[in-house]
T-cell receptor, first 111, second 116 residues
Framework: KNQVEQSPQSLIILEGKNCTLQ??????????LRWYKQDTGRGPVSLTI?????NTKSNGRYTATLDADTKQSSLHITASQLSDSASYIC??????????FGQGTELSVKP | DTGVSQDPRHKITKRGQNVTFRCDPI?????LYWYRQTLGQGPEFLTY????????KSRLLSDRFSAERPKGSFSTLEIQRTEQGDSAMYLC??????????????FGPGTRLTVT
């Protein structure tokens, strides 16, 4: 069964600190992996997208990694800001374009 | 183009009433998707269209749910005889088949449904 699992479920960090979110998947055939940021009450917004051959991609303070052999990805946030408080969703696409969503990690950045 | 839009943003209805939501995708996108998201969970796929054809429906889409995309542009999602379990955020996304951003889905802001 195609699944995407994320950890931790929730995370609280102090402003300015770094954090890393994890994603494991069992999706086949794999096409790409995306990380989305979803603010409360809003739709998800894409942060990064990586194909099978890419193992790291950055978007400002966000850096995503992908290990296609172990089927793991991580999202690293550097120098966190209060506005980073959101849900971060790992999404894997199969080759037909279907998205399989993780349940998200709820990040709270405190001053 | 300002992206995917959804209307209304919030809807409160009484159990048993019918509701209809609208989604306007990015204009050149030929695929349109509907998802449902409950609190603390990732979105769950409901259905998608390629142009006006509804190509796939999830088993989550009971017979009380119907979606249309009559002219291959905007789409509507109707829920008949709403139940409290239908309370959720309903997200719409659109994508373009082919090209450098093949299948990348862009999400709308969602419609928050509350059934009392």
């Amino acid at each position: 069964k195609n699944q995407v699992e994320q950890s931790p479920q929730s995370l609280i960090i102090l402003e300015g600190k770094n954090c890393t979110l994890q994603c494991n998947y069992t999706v086949s055939p794999f096409s790409n992996l995306r990380w989305y940021k979803q603010d409360t009450g809003r739709g998800p917004v894409s942060l990064t997208i990586m194909t099978f051959s890419e193992n790291t991609k950055s978007n400002g303070r966000y850096t995503a990694t992908l290990d296609a052999d172990t089927k793991q990805s991580s999202l690293h946030i550097t120098a966190s800001q209060l506005s980073d408080s959101a849900s971060y969703i790992c999404v894997v696409s199969d080759q037909g374009g279907k998205l399989i969503f993780g349940q998200g990690t709820e990040l709270s950045v405190k001053p | 183009d300002t992206g995917v839009s959804q209307d209304p943003r919030h809807k409160i209805t009484k159990r048993g009433q019918n509701v209809t939501f609208r989604c306007d995708p990015i204009s050149e996108h030929n695929r349109l998707y509907w998802y449902r998201q409950t609190l603390g969970q990732g979105p769950e796929f409901l259905t998608y269209f390629q142009n006006e054809a509804q190509l796939e429906k999830s088993r989550l889409l009971s017979d009380r749910f119907s979606a249309e995309r009559p002219k291959g542009s905007f789409s509507t999602l109707e829920i008949q005889r709403t139940e409290q379990g239908d309370s959720a955020m309903y997200l719409c996304a659109s994508s373009l088949k082919g090209g450098p951003r093949n299948y990348e889905q862009y999400f709308g802001p969602g419609t928050r449904l509350t059934v009392t």
